[in-house]
Structure formats: C-alpha cells, structure tokens
C-alpha cells in the first residue's frame, strides 16, 4: 500500500471551513471507540461529554469560564504560528502572568479602586510578555530553538510559583497551606450575572477574551503588521525580499503571545480562584495550541474552538461523576483532536490517492 | 562517596541518553519528532505494568520498546506519509501520550515496582570504583553504551547510514538516486519511538521501581534539547547526558550539604541549564551549519 499526495493548485475556502468540522467528527468517533474500550457504552459518554454540559445554566457558565483563558492564549499563539515562530511556551508565560498581576493584591493587600484590575492586568502583560521574551530574544541573538526554550521556561515559572506560595507569598494566615492570602473585593473580576435563574460564576473574562479575538482580527487582517506577520510565515524569502525586519516579528510575536497569555493568568486567579496557588492551570496553556489549530490561526474560529475544548474539560468532569471515567480521558481526547486537525489540513492541500501495490512503471511524458 | 555519585549522575542520566540516542537517528533522517516526552511516558507506564504483571523485570523492556514504536508508528503516519506539521504532530504525540499513560497507570499508582537486578561482569566488576560504576549495572546501562557504539558506528560508518543521512540532507536527491524517503524516514522513526520507550522503562525499572503521574518530567524535552547539544553526533551524547544527571542530582546532594537555596530553584536547573547549553551551541553558527540536517523538519512529498 503505497499514499500519493498531490498538491490541490488551489484551496477551496468551503474545504478549508469544512476541515475542522471534519476533525471534530472524527475526533468524536475515535472517542466513540476509545469508551467502548474502556467498557463504558460509547453513545452515552459521548452525550455525557459533549451534550450533558450544555443542558444546565451553571454549566454553561463553567463553559465561558474555561473558555475565557484558552481563547485568549489561543489567539495570542494563532499570532506568533502564523509568522512560525513556535511558541509553546504559553503554559509558562500564563504562571508568570498571575505572577506578576498579583503582586498588587498580594503586596498591597489595602488597595481598593477602579484602578486595581487594571493595573493587575497591564501588570500580568507585561510580565507574561516578559516571560515570551526570553525564547524570543535568544532566538534571534543566538538562534536557539525557540521551541525548546519557550517549553524549558514552562517549568522553571511553574517551580518559581510554587516557591511563591510556598515561601515568600505564603498566606501568613493560611494555616501553613501553600497558599497566598484571599484577593481583596478590588482585586476580583467580577461576575457577569451571578444572581437570579440565569446567573451563574462566568465573569468578565469571556468578554475580555472575545474582545482580543476581534482586535488580533484586525491586527491580522488589516494592518502592516499583519501582512509582515503573514508573509513572513508562509515565505522567509518574500518577507526579506520586501524588506521585513525577521527579528523583530520573531520578537513582536513572542510578546504579543506572551502577553495575552499572562492575561489568560490573571483572569484565571482574579477570577476563578481568586488567590495564587501551586498550581493555577489545568494546562491552559498546552489546551490552548489544539485551540489554535482547530480555529486553524483564525481569531474568530478560534473563539469557536475555545468553547469547544472548554467543553472537553467539563465533559471530562461530568463524564468522572456520572460514568465513573478518569479525567485523564480528556487529555487523551485532546491529543486525538489536534491529530484530526493535522490530518484534515493535509486533506485540504492535499489530493489523497492510496495505492494498494507500489507503482513500479515510470509514468512517460 | 564518589562511587555513589557517579552511580547516581549514570542512574540519572541513562533514560535521557537512550531516548536522545533515537531522536539523534530520527533527527539525522530529516524528521523532527517532538513527541519524545509522548513516548517516554508510554514506554514509562508499558514497562512497569508488564513488570507488575508477569513479576519479571525483564519483560517490561520490550513490552516499552513496542509501545514506543507504536506511539512512534502514529506519528509517522501522520507527519511521515500525510506530511502533517512535524512540530504540532509531535506536540500533539506528547499530549496524548501523557493522557494516554496517565489512563493506563490508574490502577498502577501506589503498588510496588519490580526493579531490574545488577548484572556484575565478571573480572572486571572487581576494578575499584569503576568495577562498580560501570560492571556492576543493570542491562539498560549496558544497552545504552552499546547502542551508542552502535548508532554511531551506523550512522558514520555503514552505507544504509549514509542514506539515512542522505535523507536527512537532501531527500530530494536521495529519492532520484532510487533510495525510499519515506521508508526510510518510517524506519527511523519507529527507531526512535522505540529507544524512547526504552528510556521510560529505566525510569519505572530503575531510576524509581514505582508508577508516579508525569513520572518523565521533562526528560523527553531535555532529550530533545541534548540532541542538539551533542550536534547530531552519538557519542557526544554520553557526554551530554551524564553532564545533565549530574545537573539533576545536584539539587540532591546540595541539600545533603545543607546549601542554603530553595528548593525550587535546585529543580529549575536542569531546565536553566538546558536553556545556557542551547545558546552556547547555537551562538557557534558554523558550527551548527555543518552538523544540522539541512531538511530538519521539512516534510517531503514525493513528485511524480
């Protein structure tokens, strides 16, 4: 058996729309399989999964809570994957983010105002933009492995938190748990609606994050930056030819990435947690590339996508309660995913043709 | 007391190095596969369940070989013969595997492992110091310094290497002088997925005979980040790993030594030093030209 793949001359936009719809499909029958084998009725998992979630208000409002983080970072990363600088590092640049937007609630504890958010907020850009500054900076001073560095940094920020709460940031009251002290009301973003039938814990984190989408759209398609980012990525060659600084883009795609990952950080701890903790993210950070692929570097795909995978999370949970499923099914779910994504993009450029016995003649012209 | 140390650099750095070892063939045929942490963890959880299962140490090996491959056979598949983007393939190969592993090792968390028993040489086991550190090792040591001999010897040194490098280079001329890019580039990578398997199963043999979630903890990443270190060239690796178990256990013995650093900070530096030993290659840019295959990361697909 023998796979020829023939470039397309051109890509059908209905094909490429059509492409992750595909993978989501294919994703969903895998999983169908991946229950039965492990002795739950796959129909049921599946509805457990994907439907369950969406039936009940708080749940919903889970959605937009788990949502929030991953399309922000998703979007951020659509950017920087775009220009192919391979940031998957978001994981680290979100802990550094909290990080940084909670030294105002943790140091200055008495600080009250309209002001706190956000200055906690620029904060956590900045230090999440930091953060993504490093591969990127290395890489063009050194030409060292953006990838390797941005996941090397992933660690060291998540062991930096945990010397946080555990030394230095220690809620002095905390009863010794590794912990720091409560965020104070100023310091907390607030809910949407958390009273009456439809309320419920999402906050204003899933506007934020539908916000950035919509502004990184524009950046994207409508400013210089945008093309320099675009030509840069699909030829290097093109992009030096019309005089396109590589570094900077390399830079300014590692920021702008890093930035909207540290925000991820703090709408998670000012929002959701409200405190810093050994550990912030159920790997947000990580989720956030399968976001980005499936939106396939699109902004407002993405915002689709996000949902999607924030439904995976909640599925997960519901699926532990009622079908007594492990949790870590979800990132083996996740990791199924990205591999349709990839495989219905090659299936949009590509003509697939499989031979059953290898072609032996050369074809004569 | 250097006798332990050196034990320990070795008991350390050995899962690193075996799945370096087959990211250094993987890389040299052309094909990044950043899946090696993905693979690792499965061949992590496969060893010790086999072990725990039939109560003989020895199975897991082979039982970790085989669940590399097939992790490795996934990753072909779909970044070899459907040209997918090598980099998200392998990231998505990690993430499922760390799904996958942390399924399957449920039930195995908290039971008692089976550890692999040393194998002393005889003669030679008796040479002080040495005669323990180095004839006095469990088989996954062994296999590792022979399967150095053994890449490198094939890499630079036997024709089907010469082609796999070909590959590597230029898989366009490679595939006009006849030779099968894809093939090739299957075998190598099933090769790989293989010592990364291999490497998971000293983790859960030897380094720590038990089954704890994330047990690789970034081994696989630093694996990855050796290759580079060691410039595509095997031997180099020995070098480069042992340099890391040593950089590992020193958060052991500084503690012992009562130094006065947090904790967190001794564990970060592996991850540190990765990142100083990454930029003080890659600052050596001739250097870097001559080893690097030139097609790193490129998919081919054959024209006909």
């Avoid at chain 1, 509805?47 to 991953?70: D, M, Q």
């Avoid at chain 2, 499922?96 to 003669?123: D, M, T």
């Amino acid at each position: 058996m023998r796979i020829e793949l023939t470039p397309r001359p051109q890509i059908h936009p209905l094909r490429s729309l059509l492409s992750p719809v595909l993978a989501v499909v294919a994703t969903a029958c895998l999983g169908a399989v991946l229950f039965a084998l492990l002795g739950k009725p796959p129909l049921g998992a599946l509805y457990a999964y994907f439907v369950e979630p969406l039936t009940e208000v708080w749940s919903v409002h889970e959605l937009a809570l788990k949502a929030a983080p991953l399309i922000l970072i998703a979007v951020g990363l659509s950017v920087a994957y775009r220009s192919n600088n391979w940031n998957i590092g978001a994981e680290g640049q979100l802990v550094m983010g909290a990080v940084a937007g909670s030294i105002i609630p943790i140091l200055l504890p008495d600080a009250s105002g309209a002001w706190v958010l956000p200055a906690m907020m620029v904060l956590a850009m900045a230090g999440g933009a930091a953060w993504g500054a490093i591969p990127a900076v290395l890489k063009n001073r050194f030409g060292t492995s953006e990838i390797l560095v941005s996941l090397m940094l992933v660690y060291v920020a998540n062991l930096f938190l945990d010397y946080l709460v555990r030394g230095p940031w220690r809620d002095p009251q905390g009863f010794n748990f590794p912990e720091s002290r409560d965020f104070g009301a100023s310091a907390r973003l607030p809910e949407i609606l958390s009273m009456g039938e439809w309320g419920g814990r999402a906050n204003w984190g899933i506007v934020i994050a539908v916000v950035a989408a919509l502004l990184t759209l524009l950046l994207v398609s409508r400013t210089l930056k945008g093309f320099e980012i675009a030509v840069g990525g699909a030829s290097a060659r093109a992009a030096r030819f019309a005089g396109f600084d590589a570094r900077a883009t390399t830079l300014f795609a590692f920021l702008f990435s890093g930035a909207l990952a540290g925000l991820a950080g703090i709408v998670e701890v000012s929002g959701a947690i409200g405190q810093l903790q050994p550990s912030i993210s159920p790997g947000y950070g990580f989720t956030a590339i399968i976001v980005a692929f499936l939106g396939r570097l699109n902004p407002v795909a993405i915002i689709v996508a996000g949902f999607l995978l924030a439904l995976s999370y909640l599925g997960g949970e519901a699926a532990q309660i009622s079908l007594g499923l492990s949790d870590r099914t979800t990132r083996v779910f996740q990791g199924l995913l990205l591999f349709c994504v990839l495989m219905s993009d090659t299936l949009v450029r590509y003509r697939v043709r499989v031979h059953r016995r290898p072609v032996l003649t050369e074809r004569v012209t | 007391m250097i006798e332990a140390v050196l034990l320990s650099i070795i008991t350390a750095s050995t899962a690193m190095l075996l799945a370096a070892l087959g990211e250094v063939v993987v890389e040299r045929s052309g094909i990044i596969n950043l899946g090696v942490e993905g693979m690792m963890v499965v061949g992590a959880v496969s060893a010790f369940a086999v072990a725990q299962m039939t109560g003989d140490a020895y199975w897991g090996i082979p039982a970790a070989a085989a669940a590399g491959a097939a992790m490795a056979l996934l990753f072909a598949m779909l970044a070899v013969w459907f040209a997918t983007n090598q980099v998200a393939t392998g990231l998505a190969l990690t993430l499922f595997g760390l799904g996958v592993a942390g399924l399957v090792g449920e039930r195995f968390i908290g039971l008692p492992g089976v550890g692999l028993q040393p194998i002393a040489i005889p003669g030679l086991a008796d040479i002080p110091i040495a005669g323990r550190v180095l004839f006095q090792q469990n088989i996954l040591f062994y296999l590792s310094i022979v399967l150095t001999v053994a890449v490198a010897l094939f890499l630079f040194r036997s024709r089907a290497g010469l082609r796999l490098r070909a590959v590597g280079d230029a898989p366009a001329a490679a595939q006009a002088l006849g030779i099968s890019v894809l093939r090739i580039r299957t075998l190598a990578v099933l090769f790989g997925g293989a010592c990364a398997g291999v490497g998971g199963a000293q983790l859960t043999l030897v380094y720590t005979p038990q089954w704890i979630e994330n047990i690789t903890a970034g081994r696989g990443w630093i694996a990855l980040a050796l290759v580079v270190f060691a410039s595509w060239r095997p031997l180099r690796l020995v070098v480069g790993a042992y340099l890391f178990g040593a950089v590992t256990i020193a958060q052991f013995h500084a503690q012992a030594f009562g130094v006065a650093i947090p904790s967190q900070f001794l564990s970060a530096l592996p991850y540190i030093a990765t990142i100083v030993v990454l930029v003080l290659i890659a600052s050596n840019k001739r250097f870097m030209m001559i080893n690097t295959p030139a097609a790193l990361g490129r998919p081919f697909v054959p024209d006909r």
